[in-house]
C-alpha cells in the first residue's frame, strides 16, 4: 500500500489530500467536493498538466501570441509538446481559440491562441 500527501489545485481553498493506492483501489480523504477526489485520483494514476507559452507572430499588432493546451497532456509529454510550441511561429491575423498546433506531439490536444491579434 502506498500513501500520497497532496495538495489540490481544484480550487482556491486548497484541501489537504490523503491519497491511498492499495492495487487497483485508490481511495481519497481531505477533500472537501468531488473535484478534489477527482484530481487525488487522476494525480497518483496519470498525472496531466495544462501547457502555457507564447509563439512568434508574423505581421501582427504585437510580438508574441500567447497560447494554451485546450485541455490537460500527460505529464511525460509535457517536454515535447514544448519543443513543438519552441518551433512554431504564428501568422496574424488569428483569433481566440484558434488551433495554432493540433494534435501536439501525438496527444490529441491541439494548442490554441489565448488572444487575438490583428495584422499591423
Do not use: W
Not at 489537504?16 to 478534489?36: F, I, K, M, Q
Amino acid at each position: 500500500m502506498e500513501t500520497y500527501e497532496l495538495t489540490c489545485i481544484q480550487c482556491p481553498i486548497g484541501c489537504a489530500l490523503t491519497v491511498t493506492v492499495d492495487g487497483e483501489d485508490v481511495s481519497v480523504t481531505g477533500n472537501t467536493c468531488p473535484r478534489g477526489k477527482v484530481y487525488g485520483i487522476k494525480e497518483v494514476t496519470h498525472p496531466s498538466r495544462t501547457v502555457t507559452s507564447t509563439v512568434p507572430i508574423e505581421g501582427g499588432d504585437v510580438p508574441r501570441l500567447s497560447v494554451k493546451t485546450r485541455t490537460d497532456v500527460p505529464k511525460e509529454k509535457i517536454f515535447d509538446v514544448m519543443a513543438l510550441i519552441k518551433q512554431t511561429t504564428a501568422e496574424a491575423p488569428v483569433k481566440l481559440g484558434d488551433t495554432v498546433i493540433k494534435d501536439a506531439a501525438g496527444t490529441g490536444v491541439d494548442v490554441i491562441a489565448t488572444k487575438t491579434v490583428l495584422k499591423k
